[in-house]
């Protein structure tokens, strides 16, 4: 079984997110219609601890994008399953699309390429974690909570083949065959 070494406590999640949630806030305190696309599994955790914290109700959307199939391999496809009526709830909406770590790149290109064929007014982004790595897709990141160095993170939502998910701190695993990063 890999080891893990801690990255971020519980208590700093908490500062993290509090922090997140206020420019949040006041990025989107002269807009309507605000609403949150969140990627399962991963970032529900994130997202609901953030969401509680905005100083104005946000609706959420709930996406499933998977890329890695097992393991931790990214295979490069991103499959996106979303509600019968995500195009209407995107429609003339101001989205913050939430993430729980950007890594390739890969994931929130294709959501952002998916989203804007459903004419949101804006689109911003929002990741808990960006990967210190070469990404293969770049797009903006508006709100960024922590920058992690190349490795597997596991915890506060992030699993590891379904495992640590609960775990509520964000670590990083040491022992993983590098094949599988
Ligand atoms: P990307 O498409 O390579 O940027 O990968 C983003 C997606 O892959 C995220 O939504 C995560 O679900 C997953 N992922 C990437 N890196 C990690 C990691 O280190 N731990 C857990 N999941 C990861
Ligand atoms: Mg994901």
Do not use: W
Request: hydrophobic residues 45%.
């Amino acid at each position: 079984m890999p080891s893990k070494q801690i990255l971020a406590t519980a208590e700093q999640l908490e500062q993290i997110t509090t922090a997140l949630a206020q420019k949040i806030s006041a990025a989107y305190r002269n807009r309507r219609n605000a609403a949150a696309v969140v990627m399962l599994e991963g970032a529900r955790r994130f997202a609901s601890d953030l969401l509680a914290k905005l100083d104005f109700p946000m609706d959420a959307v709930y996406v499933k994008a998977s890329s890695y199939y097992g393991g931790t391999i990214s295979t490069g496809l991103v499959r996106i399953e979303g509600p019968q009526d995500l195009p209407e709830r995107i429609r003339g909406n101001n989205i913050l699309l939430i993430d729980d770590i950007y890594d390739t790149g890969r994931t929130m290109a294709a959501m952002l390429a998916r989203l804007s064929e459903y004419h949101p007014e804006s689109i911003k982004t929002c990741v808990l974690l960006e990967k210190n790595v070469p990404h293969i897709q770049n797009i903006p990141l508006d709100f960024i909570g922590l920058t992690v160095e190349d490795a597997f993170i596991v915890g506060y939502g992030l699993d590891y083949n379904g495992s640590c998910r609960e775990l509520p701190y964000i670590a990083a695993l040491s022992g993983v065959p590098a094949a599988e990063m």
